[in-house]
Nanobody, 122 residues
Framework: VQLQASGGGLVQPGGSLRLSCAAS????????MGWFRQAPGKEREFVGN????????YYEDSVKGRFTISRDNAKNTVYLQMNNLKPEDTAVYYC????????????????WGQGTQVTVSS
């Protein structure tokens, strides 16, 4: 089982990044996928998720209207499009998978990726 997150980097405030998370070793289409982030000195927090069954999405309030999660089951990949980035979005971003569930709490996720660093700074 592997979740490989990529696409992080350094971006100026107001800029955009698209993170990808490629899955392997499990039946991706049967897993709800979540994105989390952890800033230095802070606890890991939920960013958003996408349902395994119908593709519906749910977002934490601070990213609503700026971030969009999508998935391509044919490519076993979930995406996090981040627009209008702010310095407070700086964190390591993680993708996670939960079998036949679409959940918020991190302890409900079965598999985790290694994280990708996003830094928003001028």
């Amino acid at each position: 089982v592997q979740l490989q997150a990529s696409g992080g980097g350094l971006v100026q405030p107001g800029g955009s990044l698209r993170l990808s998370c490629a899955a392997s070793g499990f039946t991706f289409s049967r897993y709800g996928m979540g994105w989390f982030r952890q800033a230095p000195g802070k606890e890991r927090e939920f960013v958003g998720n996408i349902a395994w069954s119908d593709g519906r999405t749910y977002y934490e309030d601070s990213v609503k209207g700026r971030f969009t999660i999508s998935r391509d089951n044919a490519k076993n990949t979930v995406y996090l499009q981040m627009n209008n980035l702010k310095p407070e979005d700086t964190a390591v971003y993680y993708c996670a998978a939960s079998y036949e569930r679409t959940v918020v709490r991190d302890y409900n996720y079965d598999y985790w990726g290694q994280g990708t660093q996003v830094t928003v700074s001028s």
